[in-house]
């Protein structure tokens, strides 16, 4: 990894924020430029959404059958909500995977999938799930999630590079907590549980791009965005209110930063050590990133200068107290 870029950087916020429009920005950006003026390397990029999509897909094979969902109630939040660490541990392994060039080789990408979630919710506390099912079942939500899954598993390993030198991993997350909660969150909800759930050895190297929205404007963006014939979509899923009022009706980031021990970092104390995590917050309660889901010949050039501003002021914030 190059000293001119950031190693890692957690892309974090509410939902329809703006965090996979700025992924999408980045992209658009020359490499030379994104280095010297964002210190952000080619982007190598990792979400945890996929694994929300797939869930919630097994749990329509589930329904189909005439059986209980697994992972979620409906259109509701996580039947247990620690399985907000599940995620995290699934992108610790994709984190160490890609820095491994790990690739896979499996007859069936769904089973595998099955399987890497039973060992990331056990990371997590978590019983198995996949693994409690009986051969049959099993077998017939693989059948028909085998596309889904293949296409997970291509993707995250078509950015396998062949070395790191100027590379950044990009990850993205959201969190929050239910309407109306107090601060801090308890249990496992917002940054306060998730931050400590990455693995050591990525806090060690980690920054943190926060994007500030309103739960309001959260909600009003994400109805707005929702294309309900594209849900697997990073820029046009929509999600279901009650997960919006239940899960991400507060945002407790404000929070951290407003307590952690180090000017402009979030303290994170895990694995027995405390880490500062350098932090710059992107502020898009006025929304400046919307017109990045058009296509990029219909960028208005003022808008790109003001997220280009915003975006340049958060990452000097982030470079000025980063580990060099």
């Known amino acids: 990894m190059s000293k001119k870029v950031f190693k890692t950087v957690l892309l974090i916020a509410l939902p329809a924020s703006g965090k996979s429009e700025v992924r999408h920005f980045m992209a658009n950006i020359e490499p030379e430029r994104l280095e010297n003026e964002f210190h952000i390397g080619d982007n190598l990029q990792l979400d945890d959404f996929p694994y929300v999509h797939f869930m ?20 509701n939040p996580f039947i247990d909500n620690y399985d907000w660490g599940t995620l ?10 890609l820095l491994n060039r790990k690739r896979v080789k499996t007859d069936s990408p769904a089973q595998y999938l099955f399987d890497r979630i039973d060992r990331a919710g056990a990371a997590a506390g978590l019983p198995p799930r996949m693994a409690l099912l009986d051969e049959e079942t099993r077998a017939a939500i693989a059948k028909n999630l085998e596309p ?26 959201a969190r929050g907590g239910p309407d109306g909660s107090p601060m801090p969150l308890t249990g496992a909800y917002g940054y306060q549980y998730t931050l400590p759930q990455f693995a050591p050895d990525l806090l060690e190297e980690a920054a943190i791009l926060y994007i500030w929205v309103t739960p309001e404007e959260s909600r009003r963006k994400n109805n707005e965005r929702a294309n309900p014939d594209d849900p697997g979509s990073n820029l046009f899923h929509g999600v279901p209110m009650s997960v919006m009022l239940g899960d991400y009706g507060v945002d407790d980031m404000q929070y951290l930063i407003e307590n952690s021990e180090v000017k402009d970092t979030v303290t994170v104390k895990a694995y027995g050590k405390t880490y500062h995590l350098p932090i710059g917050v992107f502020d898009n309660r006025v929304d400046k990133t919307s017109f990045l889901r058009k296509d990029k010949e219909a960028w208005d050039p003022q808008d790109v200068a003001k997220m280009t501003e915003a975006v340049k002021e958060a990452t000097d914030k982030m470079w000025a107290g980063y580990k060099k």
Do not use: W
């Not at 995290?88 to 995977?97: G, R």
């Not at 296409?151 to 030198?165: A, C, N």
């Open 56 to 75: 919630r897909c097994i749990d329509d094979e589930m329904v189909k059958l005439g059986k209980d969902p697994i992972f979620y109630p409906g259109q």
């Open 88 to 97: 995290v541990h699934l992108l610790n392994e994709d984190y160490h995977d």
């Open 148 to 173: 889904e899954a293949m296409k997970m598993l291509e993707e995250k390993e078509s950015q396998i590079p062949d070395d790191f030198t100027n590379k950044t991993i990009v990850i993205e997350c």
